[in-house]
Nanobody, 124 residues
């Protein structure tokens, strides 16, 4: 069975940093594209960043460009989202997802597997 375990969320002050992790089991990270999504209270789920090894590309939504970095560690079979200079509007539950087709996509409908989410709260 495929499992994605998201972790690393927490409470941080504005301007601070967090790194959220997505540990995968039942699949090899290098064979999939991965995305990070977030959902704030009362808002729709939003594609934040994604990475595709097969396409050798990454994507960031405009609001996080220059602040967030997505990466993967094949040895640990884990995907990360490093978040710097956090703002109050980054407060949300963050989800990781895997796409077996390997395409870099910010659209949730493209993804086959989802983690349970990790909560990030940025205080101003």
């Amino acid at each position: 069975d495929v499992q994605l375990q998201a972790s690393g969320g927490g409470l941080v002050q504005a301007g601070g940093s967090l790194r959220v992790s997505c540990a995968a089991s039942g699949l090899t990270v290098d064979d999939y594209s991965f995305g990070w999504f977030r959902q704030a209270p009362g808002k729709e789920r939003e594609g934040v960043s994604c990475i595709s090894r097969s396409e050798n590309s990454t994507y960031y939504t405009d609001s996080v460009k220059g602040r967030f970095t997505i990466s993967s560690d094949n040895a640990k079979n884990t995907v990360y989202l490093q978040m710097n200079n956090l703002k109050s509007e980054d407060t949300a539950v963050y989800y990781c997802a895997a796409d077996s087709q390997g395409h870099r996509s910010p659209w949730a409908s493209e993804y086959d597997y989802w983690g349970q989410g990790t909560e990030v709260t940025v205080s101003s």
